[in-house]
């Protein structure tokens, strides 16, 4: 799918399976399962070590290797990292190969230069485990106001003398929640105002209640319809819906709970639900 003009390929089950992929970047996001198409993304961002998020990221190393596939390059926070590289070491002595791949340390406050020139910058997801979404940027650089309808001639002239012609302008292109609660959207700006906003919404309806949802750690979607005029997004992905809706049920209630707006800008992912 196509989305904000941002390709993805993603499958996302609550409790089963998330990867949420960026053909384009040759990026993911988290591996629960490892799809096949996902071997081919060299940078994996990881938000947290829930197996379902996490499971299948010796297979995907592997496999890269198997493919002689350049090795492949996984960002994941301080808290889990040392539990990662131990992780590694059983595998390597099971599988009797050497995994090779880097592990690269992030947190917010930090950002990691992607292969197709943007820039990940994780900020922190409130979940019943340390958990951190990611966003990501583009650079440009754009014409300083003072200069715009001068000839080319002209500019290059001042270019060529040392005068400063241009700003950096970054835009906020996509951002990926991880699990979270609902403050995450109150909290962080990128989640807001990214051009496509990656969202988990797990539960939907009477038959898990607001405060039970939270207990878990994850998003009703009461509390995005009641917080809708926060979405500025040209494009949202509902994701991680619980296994036990339906297609229908998932369509039924973004329906019937969504503000017609912010229904008109919401794609849920159905993939991996019964129709």
Known sequence: MRLAGIELEAVSVGGVETCIELPEAKLAFDIGRCPHSAVNRRTVLFTHAHMDHLGGVAYHCATRALRRLPPPRYAIGRENSAALRELFEVWRRL???ELE?????????????LDNGWYARPFRSPHRAPCQGYGLWSRRKKLLDEHV???????????????????EVETA?????GDTLIE????EAVVREARLLVMEVTFLDERVSVAECRSKGHVHLDEVAERAELFHNEALLFTHFSARYRQRDILKRLDERLPPDLRARVTPLLSGHAP
């Open 95 to 97: 599988d009797r190969s």
């Open 101 to 113: 791949h880097e592990l690269v340390e992030i947190g917010p406050g930090e950002e990691l230069r």
């Open 149 to 167: 309808g001068r000839a080319p001639a002209e500019l290059a002239r001042m270019r060529a003398s040392g005068a400063a012609l241009e700003r």
């Open 173 to 177: 292109e996509f951002a990926f929640t």
């Open 184 to 187: 995450v959207v109150e909290n």
